[in-house]
């Protein structure tokens, strides 16, 4: 029998696929407090539910990028004789709890806003479109530099949501105070809140079963376990496989691990190295799966394995 694994060489990666955008995640944090402070004083000063609501938001906008900077720190530690994969979890935790957050801050907004639908307030329309503007600029900026990042980083995805999120706030809080100038309708702010609400709980939801699967080592998100094994099989002098099993650590580390049912034959006039080679250029080719580890078995090994269980 043999364990092989890819050039990684069993280690896990020094940087995850959060901590590429660390500087992107300083930048949006530093450009949401800025939005935070401007957002709670227009509000004050308008009387704006919505521009609250979004100003909220921002609130938890701003933990929730403090808690993707905290986690990419603690994932960057090195393994430890306990945690073998070090601390790279961290970033997938802190999705979760910025999932978590959004979900309050959508059911506060949706409270709010029926009430003020019942009981209206009336709002400054003119400098409630100022902060909003303020805002919606200072969002989109976040965006376009989080942009990259939330594609290969759940943890930056949780950040890059919740900003986004905000960027639609800030585009209903200037068009409700537009309606509101407009036509006088007071109904109209209440309205932006509960849209605001609507655009949040969708994109959390997605956020959040995506971290769920990561913590229960579901088969990451496009890889094809059945075509995993075909290829396996298809290998000269392969002759079963079980034992399969693909899951992720945190974004962009999927690892793999399998016993590989080999032909003594095979084994005797090749070797156990080349028979690992092949196994890795197989995966390497065919799938996006770096990390990863082989028990190489000779026939009728599974079944004394079971035997060794019972």
């Known amino acids: 029998m043999g364990a092989g694994h890819s050039h990684s060489h069993g280690h896990t990666p020094a940087r995850t696929a959060g901590a590429v955008y660390r500087g992107r995640l300083l ?47 603690i994932a960057s530690r090195p393994p ?53 503007l303020i805002g919606l600029v200072a969002n989109s900026v976040s ?18 949501l919740e900003v986004m999120a905000d960027a639609f706030g800030s585009l209903a809080v200037v068009v409700a105070a537009v309606v509101f100038l407009a036509s006088g309708w007071r109904q109209a702010d209440a309205v932006a809140s509960l849209l ?21 080592e579901a088969a990451p998100k496009g890889v094809d376990i059945g075509q995993i094994r075909r290829h396996i099989e298809e290998l000269n002098g392969v002759e079963g496989l079980h034992d399969l099993h693909v899951w992720t650590i945190t974004s962009g580390l999927p690892v793999l691990s399998a016993h590989v049912v080999v032909s003594q034959d095979v084994l005797d006039a090749v070797g156990y190295e080349k028979m690992l080679h092949d196994l890795q250029g197989c995966l390497g080719t065919h799938f996006d799966v770096e990390h990863c580890t082989f028990q190489l078995e000779p026939g009728g090994h599974a079944e004394h394995e079971a035997g060794l269980c019972r």
């Open 143 to 160: 965006l376009l530099v989080l942009m990259r990042g939330q594609q290969e980083s759940l943890n930056v995805r949780g950040a890059f």
């Open 80 to 132: 430890t004789e306990r945690r073998t994969f070090g601390f790279a979890r961290a970033e997938i935790l802190a999705a979760v709890l910025n999932g978590v957050l959004l979900f309050g801050v959508g059911a506060f907004i949706f409270y709010e806003g029926i009430r003020r639908l019942i009981t209206p307030h009336g709002i400054d329309g003119g400098a409630t479109i100022v902060f909003g």
């Open 196 to 216: 605001i609400g609507v655009l949040i709980v969708p994109r959390t939801w997605r956020l959040l079963r995506e971290a769920v699967d990561v913590l229960l």
């Open 27 to 73: 930048i949006a944090l530093g450009i949401t407090l800025l939005v935070l402070v401007t957002e709670v004083t227009g509000s004050l000063l308008t009387g704006s539910l919505a521009l609250f609501a979004d100003a909220g938001h921002m609130a938890t906008d701003a933990a929730g990028l403090g808690m993707a900077l905290l986690a990419i720190q």
